[in-house]
């Protein structure tokens, strides 16, 4: 069965703490994303690895920074997290087809709460 | 860039038909998906559509029709536990391995 975890379901940090969200998957998927879901704002992608060590900013990356060691783990990193940082955080995993469906699979979303 | 849009509610009783639509804007397109979110759950996959026309999967169809960069999800039969959002989401623009989702439209369904 596919499976994306999440390291917390539900997160508290204060203003200018240095905040790490893992992420893992089991499927061997090269595509890994992390995504913010505001209401009404639907989810906005941060940032997206498509394969080890590699990176690409998506439309919201500021005030964020990513870590892809291992094919199967993704990291989110908030360097200092602030009050517009508090969010539900959703990552997800794909194996990239060009020519067909590529399905997302996500977690199960960290709701981060900065005070 | 790239956007989309779709109604942000939809109401329906059970057994009832609904469709909701959503139509984008894109520079490349791959192809327009579907998800289903129930509230605190994760999204998950329900449909795609790559060329025009219909995709049936059971209850749920997509239809997608590129020249005029609109697509639909139809829900047939509805239950309680369709009341869920639900999200297009578009490949396109500067890669295909990345999906922009719309921001969604949360579907009431009543008894």
């Known amino acids: 069965d596919v499976k994306v975890t999440q390291s917390s379901r539900y997160l508290v940090k204060r203003t200018g703490e240095k905040v790490f969200l893992e992420c893992v998957q089991d499927?061997?998927?090269?595509?890994m994303f992390w995504y913010r879901q505001d209401p009404g704002l639907g989810l906005r992608l941060i940032y997206f690895?498509?394969?080890?060590?590699?990176?690409e900013k998506g439309d919201i990356p500021e005030g964020y920074s990513v870590s892809r060691e291992k094919k199967e783990r993704f990291s989110l990193i908030l360097e200092s997290a602030s009050t517009n940082q508090t969010s539900m955080y959703l990552c997800a995993s794909s194996f990239p087809r060009k020519s067909s469906t590529d399905t997302q699979y996500f977690g199960p979303g960290t709701r981060l709460t900065v005070l | 860039g790239q956007s989309l849009e779709q109604p942000s509610e939809v109401t329906a009783v059970e057994g009832a038909i609904v469709q909701i639509n959503c139509t984008y804007q894109?520079?490349?397109?791959?192809?327009l998906s579907w998800y289903q979110q129930h509230d605190g759950g994760a999204p998950t996959f329900l449909s795609y559509n790559a060329l025009d026309g219909l995709e049936e999967t059971g209850r749920f169809s997509s239809f997608l029709s590129r020249s005029d960069s609109y697509g639909y999800l139809l829900l047939q039969e509805l239950q309680m536990k369709d009341s869920a959002s639900y999200f297009c989401a578009v490949r396109g623009g500067t890669g295909f391995q990345k999906l922009v989702f719309g921001t969604g439209t949360r579907l009431l369904v009543s008894p």
């Open positions: 499927m061997d998927h090269e595509n």
């Open positions: 894109t520079s490349g397109f791959y192809g």
């Open positions: 690895s498509y394969d080890v060590k590699m990176k």
